[in-house]
């Protein structure tokens, strides 16, 4: 070989190399740092991903990088990724690449276009703030108002927690690094159509179905697809409902029958014991007065016990029919929710919805019995009950009390000075004047138990004799 040609081929290979370097130069500095490029999975293990992103190196990035919102790993062996730049390789190390940096770059675009064209975004509702919720949306953490939650206010979010859902976009500011999303405004958009259907549809009468989603004091709201209907209280059952909780419970799905519906107000109201049929129709045949059953008490009041005679049925058995004695019981004292007891019907006003019942009338009446046992003009015993302004009540055998009025205690004293020589407990004998089995009344007499010292002065004395 020549020294000219030795020359030239020496020369030509410094210049091929400087050109592959300038090549590369050029490459780098085309791929700047936050670029998104696309990158295949070569090998996973439990710390890291590797990558071949057609650089000088492969790339490990941490395999934290590829899991979902739930922790679950999205990747395979062979598949295709997108992944960011983070640092370029500078002759001396390796290209780092970045799978989160291209997962939110993707996320901010795929939000900002969801917000701009009204799309729904899925996301997975992690835990309570103040004011509201979190969202994690495709990795970027976005904010539910507790308002924005349901179309109706939810004063406990906490079943939602945990649970993915559709949202929508309302507000995006990605230097901020805030995203506020709505559910509210999903299911609006879902219930529209739905609720524009059932609304035309919807009329008195009509039997509807629906899902309990929310109980208070009152009632239940049930929500009928696009529009909610009120359970009240009183039309849940025929029988007396303590609280609406006892009938149902959020998440049952009921039948109902439309009661009312306002149409320029969209209010529903519903009632559960309109599908059967009316118990008190009909109550009076079924059940004449003086009729006697056993029935279960449901309830107390101060004025007496509401005992049920068949379900949903209720009468009231008030305190002056509980004792044929003592009308001023205490109902809490004879008996207890849940008791059996045996009931007359003293009469049913079906218009009305009342029974009043009988407790007393199921045992046989002391008053009654006195009078079938006792004549007026019989000496009885019995014990000083009580002492009034006029007279003294003595208690009679059957637990009834007779009455010895002022005038009857004494022919020779006067009744106020009489009755001072009573005491409660004191036993005494009077005579029977007059008894009143249906007034509850038995009259009694002490000075009856003597002659009238008058007729018998007269009779000791006829006319004309000196005195």
Request: a negative charge; hydrophobic letters at 40%; proline letters at 3%.
């Given at each position: 070989?020549?020294?000219?040609?030795?020359?030239?081929?020496?020369?030509?290979?410094?210049?091929?190399?400087?050109?592959?370097?300038?090549?590369?130069?050029?490459?780098?500095?085309?791929?700047?740092?936050?670029?998104?490029?696309?990158?295949?999975?070569?090998?996973?293990?439990?710390?890291?991903?590797?990558?071949?992103?057609?650089?000088?190196?492969?790339?490990?990035?941490?395999?934290?990088?590829?899991?979902?919102?739930?922790?679950?790993?999205?990747?395979?062996?062979?598949?295709?990724?997108?992944?960011?730049?983070?640092?370029?390789?500078?002759?001396?190390?390796?290209?780092?690449?970045?799978?989160?940096?291209?997962?939110?770059?993707?996320?901010?675009?795929?939000?900002?276009?969801?917000?701009?064209?009204?799309?729904?975004?899925?996301?997975?509702?992690?835990?309570?703030?103040?004011?509201?919720?979190?969202?994690?949306?495709?990795?970027?953490?976005?904010?539910?108002?507790?308002?924005?939650?349901?179309?109706?206010?939810?004063?406990?979010?906490?079943?939602?927690?945990?649970?993915?859902?559709?949202?929508?976009?309302?507000?995006?500011?990605?230097?901020?690094?805030?995203?506020?999303?709505?559910?509210?405004?999903?299911?609006?958009?879902?219930?529209?159509?739905?609720?524009?259907?059932?609304?035309?549809?919807?009329?008195?009468?009509?039997?509807?179905?629906?899902?309990?989603?929310?109980?208070?004091?009152?009632?239940?709201?049930?929500?009928?697809?696009?529009?909610?209907?009120?359970?009240?209280?009183?039309?849940?059952?025929?029988?007396r409902v303590k609280h609406p909780s006892e009938v149902v419970n959020v998440g049952d799905e009921v039948t109902a029958v439309v009661l009312k519906f306002d149409q320029e107000k969209n209010r529903v109201s519903l009632g559960m014991k309109q599908l059967g049929e009316d118990p008190w129709v009909g109550l009076s045949r079924r059940y004449p007065t003086g009729t006697r059953m056993f029935g279960k008490v449901a309830n107390l009041t101060e004025y007496g016990a509401f005992v049920e005679i068949e379900p949903g049925i209720e009468g009231l058995v008030h305190v002056s029919e509980m004792d044929w004695t003592n009308k001023n019981v205490n109902p809490a004292k004879v008996v207890s929710v849940g008791d059996e007891v045996e009931v007359m019907i003293l009469d049913i006003d079906e218009e009305r919805r009342r029974i009043s019942l009988g407790m007393k009338q199921c045992k046989a009446n002391p008053w009654d019995e006195f009078a079938a046992t006792h004549q007026k003009g019989e000496r009885v015993v019995g014990q000083v009950k009580s002492i009034t302004d006029f007279g003294v009540f003595v208690g009679l055998e059957g637990g009834i009390d007779g009455l010895i009025h002022l005038s009857d205690i004494s022919w020779n004293e006067q009744g106020e000075e009489a009755v001072r020589r009573f005491k409660k407990g004191d036993e005494v004998e009077a005579v029977i004047i007059a008894i009143d089995p249906e007034r509850e009344r038995i009259s009694l007499g002490i000075k009856q138990l003597e002659h009238d010292p008058f007729t018998t002065y007269v009779a000791d004395h006829p006319k004309g004799s000196i005195v």
């Open positions: 070989m020549s020294t000219a040609t030795a020359s030239a081929t020496s020369t030509k290979a410094p210049m091929e190399s400087f050109a592959a370097l300038f090549e590369e130069s050029i490459a780098r500095q085309e791929m700047r740092i936050g670029e998104v490029i696309t990158a295949e999975v070569v090998g996973i293990d439990d710390n890291f991903v590797t990558v071949n992103a057609g650089l000088k190196s492969e790339s490990l990035i941490p395999v934290e990088e590829f899991k979902s919102d739930r922790g679950e790993l999205e990747v395979n062996v062979g598949d295709f990724v997108p992944v960011a730049i983070e640092s370029l390789e500078d002759g001396y190390g390796s290209t780092k690449l970045s799978r989160d940096r291209a997962k939110r770059l993707a996320a901010w675009l795929d939000l900002e276009s969801a917000m701009q064209e009204g799309r729904i975004v899925k996301g997975l509702i992690q835990g309570k703030v103040k004011g509201g919720l979190t969202v994690m949306c495709n990795g970027i953490r976005a904010f539910l108002p507790g308002s924005l939650v349901d179309v109706r206010p939810i004063k406990d979010t906490s079943p939602y927690e945990g649970k993915e859902g559709d949202f929508k976009v309302i507000k995006l500011d990605r230097k901020r690094n805030n995203v506020v999303v709505s559910r509210k405004a999903v299911l609006e958009q879902s219930m529209g159509a739905e609720r524009q259907a059932l609304l035309e549809n919807l009329k008195e009468g009509a039997t509807v179905k629906g899902i309990v989603k929310n109980i208070t004091e009152y009632g239940a709201f049930v929500d009928l697809g696009g529009i909610d209907g009120l359970l009240h209280i009183t039309d849940l059952a025929w029988r």
